[in-house]
């Protein structure tokens, strides 16, 4: 049995930030999990990604603002979010595979059964 839950949305102006969190509950060893989000009308799409090694990949539209972590393979998921801008205005969800044979990515985690219910980020100007 696994869960995925996060948290730490809300409602901040242009230029703050927020830092995102999702417990992953249940056992496992090799892992990859990441962040999308989906604002109205749009499609969902990969911002963060990371694995069992602390590889990570971004999104262009994301590099240099956002931080995915995770201190240790138990602790949870973060995202860091920084000079928030309001088109980042969207629920982000957590995502997670468990699979080490296949390359971590978000094309990859995109076709998961493991997600969150999400959060909702808004960005005022």
């Known amino acids: 049995q696994v869960d995925v839950a996060e948290s730490g949305g809300g409602s901040v102006q242009a230029g703050d930030s927020l830092r995102l969190s999702c417990v992953v509950s249940g056992h496992y060893s090799g892992y990859c999990m990441g962040w999308f989000r989906q604002a109205p009308g749009q499609e969902r799409e990969g911002v963060a990604t990371?694995?069992?090694?602390?590889?990570?990949t971004y999104a262009d539209f994301v590099k240099g603002r956002f931080t995915i972590s995770k201190d240790t393979r138990q602790s949870p998921l973060y995202l860091q979010m920084s000079n928030l801008e309001p088109e980042d205005t969207a629920m982000y969800y957590c995502?997670?595979?468990?699979?080490?044979?296949?390359?971590?990515?978000?094309?990859?985690?995109?076709?998961?059964?493991?997600w969150g219910q999400g959060t909702q980020v808004t960005v005022s100007s």
């Open positions: 990371i694995d069992r090694s602390w590889s990570t």
């Open positions: 995502a997670a595979f468990f699979n080490s044979e296949v390359k971590c990515s978000s094309a990859a985690l995109r076709r998961t059964k493991y």
